[in-house]
């Protein structure tokens, strides 16, 4: 979340420069928050996104709800450090990158459509109110439904990605997935094109509450901070 924020922020300077040189007063237009949205996604996607959701697949793959507790105690991950190495030392530094492009193009099409609607949205509630800054509960509400739009557009991208991340390739056996293409029509042969958008209502869950909680309290704070003159 701080990488993404803080990409946002710096992004959306550098483009609205771009777009009025002679004239940094104007407002952000909606291209401009669009193309900074999708390359925070896009950064945050290469530096943190990747690898630790690929060591959090491996973890969470290797048992599941009905495993004997004894088989617990040995388990080949253990946690996210473990992991990490374990990848490294048995499959390479690239294992780590694993499903990197739908990675980025999930994040980047996330944040583009997640700062594109809450910014929207913002605009049109404070010129409806006449105000200049939102209330927290209105941040909140927005953030969630902001939040919301990003897995109902890419999902497929999310469960390509899944796949990718959680195969181990024996040495000398082909891999059953091998890119963004090949998975999609591989998954949708094999089971169906519903199975794109497998997982889609524990992902509403888990991100709606999480980008409310998240506008809101990055409204509250850069708020505060910008009145206490810290920017």
């Given at each position: 979340?701080?990488?993404?924020?803080?990409?946002?922020?710096?992004?959306?300077?550098?483009?609205?420069?771009?777009?009025?040189?002679?004239?940094?007063?104007?407002?952000?237009?909606?291209?401009?928050?669009?193309?900074?949205?999708?390359?925070?996604?896009?950064?945050?996607?290469?530096?943190?996104?990747?690898p630790a959701e690929v060591c959090k697949i491996r973890?969470?793959?290797?048992?599941?709800?009905?495993?004997?507790?004894?088989?617990?105690?040995?388990?080949?991950?253990?946690?996210?450090?473990?992991?990490?190495?374990?990848?490294?030392?048995?499959?390479?530094?690239?294992?780590?990158?694993?499903?990197?492009?739908?990675?980025?193009?999930?994040?980047?099409?996330?944040?583009?459509?997640?700062?594109?609607?809450?910014?929207?949205?913002?605009?049109?509630?404070?010129?409806?109110?006449?105000?200049?800054?939102?209330?927290?509960?209105?941040?909140?509400?927005?953030?969630?439904?902001?939040?919301?739009?990003?897995?109902?557009?890419?999902?497929?991208?999310?469960?390509?990605?899944?796949?990718?991340q959680k195969q181990v390739v024996a040495p000398g056996?082909?891999?059953?997935?091998?890119?963004?293409?090949?998975?999609?029509?591989?998954?949708?042969?094999?089971?169906?094109?519903?199975?794109?958008?497998?997982?889609?209502?524990?992902?509403?869950?888990?991100?709606?509450?999480?980008?409310?909680?998240?506008?809101?309290?990055?409204?509250?704070?850069?708020?505060?901070?910008?009145?206490?003159?810290?920017?």
């Amino acid at each position: 979340m701080a990488i993404r924020f803080v990409s946002f922020e710096q992004y959306r300077e550098i483009f609205h420069s771009f777009s009025h040189p002679k004239n940094n007063t104007e407002p952000f237009t909606s291209t401009v928050t669009f193309f900074a949205g999708l390359a925070s996604g896009l950064t945050e996607a290469i530096l943190v996104v990747t690898p630790a959701e690929v060591c959090k697949i491996r973890m969470q793959s290797q048992y599941h709800s009905l495993l004997d507790p004894q088989q617990m105690k040995h388990r080949k991950y253990t946690n996210v450090v473990q992991t990490a190495t374990t990848i490294v030392r048995e499959e390479g530094l690239g294992a780590l990158y694993k499903g990197v492009v739908p990675t980025m193009m999930r994040q980047g099409c996330n944040q583009a459509v997640n700062f594109s609607v809450y910014n929207w949205f913002k605009k049109m509630v404070l010129e409806y109110r006449g105000r200049k800054e939102l209330d927290s509960w209105e941040s909140l509400i927005l953030g969630g439904v902001s939040g919301g739009m990003g897995p109902l557009v890419n999902n497929p991208l999310d469960v390509v990605k899944t796949r990718l991340q959680k195969q181990v390739v024996a040495p000398g056996k082909p891999a059953k997935y091998t890119g963004l293409g090949q998975s999609c029509a591989l998954i949708a042969k094999e089971e169906g094109y519903a199975a794109l958008w497998k997982g889609i209502t524990p992902r509403l869950l888990r991100i709606m509450p999480g980008q409310a909680i998240t506008f809101m309290t990055y409204e509250a704070v850069s708020s505060k901070m910008t009145k206490w003159g810290v920017f």
